[in-house]
């Protein structure tokens, strides 16, 4: 069977394939064969044909209720890129660690939370700790708000809605207007603090990575002692570049 080309030079079956996923996907990881289609031009038959091939091949599962979610297989794909993405921040987060001496970190967004996967950590005995692989909520961190900052609201809401809205600390944003409101500051200012939000006495300040092929931030955290209004002179402008770097990176190897 010849494939049809499609306009950008690519296979027409393999962008089709990959539309589905990321469809999936948006739709907080599950969806019913009705909504797809209300979601794409694709016709219906032409749907169920790549459905069922993913499903054979383990990258998408139907649920006893016949809903279509993501499959297994993609967790293994998932995690091998993230420590490609990892690995090549790692050098920009060592620069920030050298120049900050505080921890840095840099997370993507995974369905509806915030996965961490890579870090530098501070060579100060007290210090911001967080395990690479760990996920969190995107309301109450660094990062998350920073990644949150991109999107727009009704996408917000729906991360937000799907994933809840835990305050772990007095700190913590409880409501969507106030996330929102959050948000709109963070946009005009251009980066995120996360101020006791996620533990008590810990301040972070993250910035999205523009144009990343996923919701990607980085960040610098430690306790408020050290993290105060004149680090953040300082650390502002080297997660810009910082930022930008990586951008720059992972646009070249794409």
């Given at each position: ?5 499609a306009?950008?030079g690519?296979?027409?079956?393999v962008e ?7 469809l ?7 969806v019913?064969?009705s909504?797809?289609a ?6 219906l038959?032409?749907i169920?044909r790549?459905?069922?091939t993913?499903?054979t091949?383990?990258y ?6 016949r ?6 297989r993609?967790i293994r794909?998932g995690?091998?890129?993230?420590k490609?993405?990892?690995a090549l921040?790692?050098?920009q987060?060592k620069?920030l660690v050298?120049?900050?001496g505080?921890t840095?970190?840099m ?26 692989g ?10 998350g ?5 991109q999107?727009?609201?009704e996408?917000v809401?729906?991360i ?5 809205m ?19 500051v ?14 008590l006495?810990?301040?972070c300040?993250?910035?999205a990575?523009?144009n990343?092929?996923t ?14 209004d ?13 930022a930008?770097t990586?951008?720059?990176?992972l646009?070249v190897?794409?």
């Amino acid at each position: 069977m010849t494939e049809t080309p499609a306009r950008s030079g690519g296979v027409q079956s393999v962008e089709r394939v990959f539309e589905l996923l990321e469809l999936i996907n948006d739709a907080g990881g599950e969806v019913t064969l009705s909504e797809l289609a209300a979601s794409t031009d694709l016709p219906l038959p032409t749907i169920h044909r790549l459905l069922r091939t993913l499903v054979t091949k383990g990258y998408v599962r139907q649920l006893p209720n016949r809903r279509y979610a993501l499959g297994p297989r993609l967790i293994r794909l998932g995690e091998g890129a993230n420590k490609q993405l990892g690995a090549l921040a790692r050098p920009q987060l060592k620069q920030l660690v050298d120049a900050l001496g505080e921890t840095a970190n840099m997370a993507v967004l995974d369905s509806d939370m915030v996965v961490y996967i890579a870090q530098v950590p501070s060579l100060h005995s007290m210090r911001m700790f967080t395990e690479v692989g760990r996920r969190a909520h995107t309301h109450d961190t660094g990062v998350g708000k920073a990644i949150l900052a991109q999107l727009d609201d009704e996408t917000v809401r729906r991360i937000v809605s799907r994933a809840g809205m835990p305050t772990p600390t007095e700190k913590s944003i409880g409501s969507i207007d106030d996330l929102l409101a959050d948000l709109a500051v963070i946009r005009e200012r251009g980066y995120s603090i996360d101020d006791g939000e996620q533990e008590l006495g810990v301040r972070c300040f993250a910035m999205a990575v523009p144009n990343s092929p996923t919701p990607t931030a980085i960040s610098v955290s430690g306790p408020v002692s050290r993290v105060d209004d004149h680090f953040a002179k300082r650390a502002v402008p080297l997660l810009t570049r910082a930022a930008q770097t990586i951008s720059t990176e992972l646009n070249v190897t794409a």
